[in-house]
């Protein structure tokens, strides 16, 4: 047996099963023909060219004259181009619009064909569907004409061989060769080309070449073969349940293949034949690989889809010393398979999926082999016409997988378009879409890490929560199974360990809602874990559950959300972000957690000056549309503001006082207790700051309003007049101003202090 029929190869790293099923398909695909000719008996022809009239054969010096001057130059394709080269091939031809014979003669070819077919598509070949012969073209030799190795382009959907009869004329050389994995057959039909009629017939995909003639006239008939069925329905009849060996060693091969977790996903077989991706459907299948997906498709418990298997290549190093020879510089091969189609048309979720070497049935080294075509070749040659992409030649490879790694598979390659489909069916087939939930949730079990990282994708966990809100009790245990399986380490790839924990705000109330829906009782202690693990990485979402739990209705949740989250910001209090701190801190000066508050504030006036700068500029954000607790709020502002003077306001840079201003200005506003005022104002005025920022100093109430103030209106007097040698003009128009008392108390002082210092 041919080496490259490997797929009886075994593989000892692979499971038993998947030998199993290695084995029991190589039995089946033994090789077909891919070509096939001979005499064509009892041909009586009568043929008329329109312009020539009727033709005798074999062909007259006269008549050929006559014909040539009606032929054109035949042409071939490369790529998408049509071109006329005599090197490549030199063949005169005649449309078959062109072209009429005798209605005996159309009858014998039909007939023929109903011999042929069943020959190129193996021996069990039984299937009831319409092969139609469509002749293409006259072509006609004269010494020295030929045409190099090709392929036939698939000209029209459905083709998939052409029949070549060659007329009786007489000549010499003129043999067709058909090469197909590395066989070859030579159609020489030399010998009695005079008075008898011959044919040949070979899939389309199957290189080909006409070589040379070297006396005397060739004529031929070209005929495309075509299915004509639709090519949406599958009529795979070579049933191989008549074989029962095939179908218990399938059967048994499947269960082992279902219950193993380590094995592969899904198993591919690359076709023998190639195909277009106009003609690829499992209808248009080809000799041995229609037989192989007929005995597939009938094994139940399984999906069979067809693909386009592509070969990658990716070189990683293009530096000087690149050396094509050397291991290390060889590109990096790896495989996809996409342009799915399934045996009713039916789709699949996902675009494409990658195939490695444990889930090939056929060796990695035969899968593309030298002699056979580089995808998308562009220089290959094709048949007369050059082609539009559709038409190009694909590897083409059989899918499979056990049913229930469906949406494993899925989920793997897409996991975005599984979550959408799992929702759209949800409002039309509920059954259907707690079935793609819990395959959903096994898949997040059983590929912990890629699931992960996965779904730290914007939105996705909140429609996971979203989708199990639909189903009230049922999901009782995947809406747990989840909840665990967001606060468990996980590590993909490089990167370090992670938890996905509650991703977003918008995540955080969709778990609230399900917790309304689904009971406290029934979800509490996976969600205290939750708020546990991710209190510090995602406070925000925290606080949002509990916002979320309180406007349900569910204060006591809410609380108890709050107690469970607190001690661990308050452990881990120096990786809070700013803005985590502020959220947290609103949050707690809420009376409903008194206790926790000055704790809180404690802990945190002990993070880093500049983080803490921060965070007090965004509790202000949060705050200053209604400001709550006012007093509770300036009292925690006032022991931010005094750690900072303890500390000497050092390294105070023009943002951070640009930050604390309106924090200031706030606290002036109701504070008798001017000390952190007054030393805030020395440290600045002790600095050359901008004229932006001299404006917004002398916004102060606390600098313009003497009587409330004098001692600091004095010392900023004092240090603007010091200052006038060295500020702009625009500063000293300020200062000139202000030492005048021309500047007024805007009434909104403190929108007004932003705007001035957004500008
Ligand atoms: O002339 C022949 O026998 C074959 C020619 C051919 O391969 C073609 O026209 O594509
Ligand atoms: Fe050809």
Redesign the pocket.
């Known amino acids: 047996m041919d080496k490259r029929e490997s797929i009886v190869e075994e593989n000892k790293s692979d499971p038993t099963y998947v030998n199993n099923i290695r084995n029991i398909l190589g039995v089946l695909a033994r090789p077909g023909n891919f070509s096939c000719g001979g005499v064509l008996e009892k041909a009586q022809l009568e043929l008329s060219v329109e312009g020539v009239g009727k033709i005798n054969l074999p062909l007259s010096y006269e008549q050929v004259q006559v014909l040539k001057s009606k032929c054109t130059s035949?042409p071939?394709g490369r790529g998408s181009e049509t071109l006329v080269n005599k090197l490549v091939?030199d063949?005169w031809q005649i449309d078959a619009k062109d072209v009429t014979f005798n209605s005996e003669f159309d009858k014998l070819i039909k007939e023929k064909i109903v011999e042929i077919i069943p020959i190129l598509m193996g021996e069990s070949y039984t299937e009831i569907q319409q092969v139609e012969s469509e002749l293409y073209?006259l072509?006609y030799?004269e010494i020295g004409g030929h045409?190099v190795a090709?392929r036939?382009t698939e000209k029209v959907p459905g083709m998939f061989a052409?029949l070549?009869i060659?007329l009786p004329s007489g000549h010499e050389g003129?043999a067709?060769v058909v090469t197909h994995k590395g066989e070859t057959i030579v159609f020489d039909f030399e010998k009695g080309s005079r008075d008898k009629f011959f044919f040949?017939a070979f899939f389309a995909d199957c290189k080909?070449?006409?070589r040379k003639v070297t006396a005397g006239h060739?004529l031929?008939l070209?005929y495309n073969l075509v299915h004509k069925n639709s090519p949406s329905t599958l009529n795979i009849n070579n049933d191989p349940s008549n074989n029962e060996n095939f179908i218990t060693t399938m059967k048994k091969s499947i269960e082992e293949w279902k219950s193993d977790d380590k094995g592969p996903q899904y198993l591919a077989l690359k076709l023998d034949h190639l195909y277009t991706n106009t003609n690829a459907s499992f209808q248009n299948l080809k000799g041995k690989d229609k037989k192989l997906a007929g005995a597939l498709c009938s094994c139940a418990d399984i999906d069979v889809y067809l693909a386009t298997l592509t070969k990658n290549e990716e070189r990683l190093n293009y530096d000087e010393d690149f050396d094509p020879e050397d291991e290390e510089d060889r590109p990096l091969c790896y495989y996809t398979l996409h342009n799915f189609i399934g045996v009713k048309n039916r789709k699949t979720m996902f675009r494409k999926l990658s195939l490695d070497k444990n889930e090939m049935l056929i060796k990695e080294e035969y899968m593309f082999h030298k002699y056979e075509v580089r995808c998308k070749s562009e220089y290959e040659y094709t048949?007369?016409e050059g082609c539009n992409i559709n038409y190009f030649y694909n590897k083409k490879a059989l899918v499979f997988w056990p049913k229930s790694h469906g949406i494993l598979i899925s989920c793997n390659e897409n996991f975005s378009s599984v979550l959408v489909n799992c929702k759209k069916l949800s409002r039309s087939k509920k059954e259907d879409s707690l079935e793609m939930l819990a395959g959903i949730v096994l898949y997040i079990e059983k590929r912990h890490g890629r699931a992960m990282y996965q779904l730290q994708d914007i939105n996705k966990v909140t429609s996971i929560f979203e989708i199990m809100i639909l189903f009230e009790d049922k999901i009782k245990y995947l809406a747990n199974t989840f909840l665990l399986a967001l606060i468990k380490p996980y590590r993909y790839f490089d990167s370090r360990k992670e938890i996905v924990g509650l991703p977003n705000i918008n995540s955080a109330i969709a778990l609230a809602n399900l917790i309304n829906n689904l009971s406290w009782k029934s979800l509490g202690n996976s969600v205290q874990n939750l708020v546990k693990e991710c209190a510090v990485s995602y406070p925000e979402s925290c606080i949002q559950l509990v916002i979320s739990l309180i406007s349900l209705g569910l204060q006591e949740q809410a609380i108890n959300i709050v107690k469970v989250a607190t001690p661990q910001i308050t452990a881990k209090i120096e990786n809070l972000n700013s803005e985590g701190g502020a959220l947290w801190a609103v949050l707690l000066s809420l009376d409903i957690f008194r206790s926790s508050f000055d704790d809180f504030v404690m802990k945190l006036s002990k993070i880093r000056e500049s983080v803490l700068i921060e965070m007090m500029a965004e509790m202000y954000k949060l705050l200053e549309p209604n400001l709550i607790n006012k007093s509770r709020i300036k009292n925690c502002f006032c022991i931010f503001l005094s750690v900072l003077q303890d500390n000497g306001w050092k390294n105070l840079s023009l943002k951070s006082v640009t930050l604390l201003m309106p924090i200031v200005l706030f606290v002036d506003k109701f504070d008798e207790d001017i000390s952190i005022l007054h030393s805030f104002v020395q440290i600045i005025i002790s600095h050359e700051y901008s004229s932006t920022f001299l404006k917004a100093l002398l916004q102060l109430p606390s600098v313009v309003d003497a009587k409330k103030h004098p001692s600091i209106q004095l010392m900023v007097q004092k240090r603007l007049k010091q200052l006038d040698v060295h500020t702009s003009n625009e500063a000293k128009i300020l200062i000139e101003n202000f030492c005048e008392k021309k500047v007024l108390l805007n009434k909104s002082c403190k929108s007004n202090v932003k705007l001035i210092i957004l500008e």
């Open positions: 035949a071939f091939r063949a073209k072509v030799y045409f090709h036939d052409t070549v060659q003129g067709l040949t080909h070449e006409l060739r031929v070209i048949g007369n």
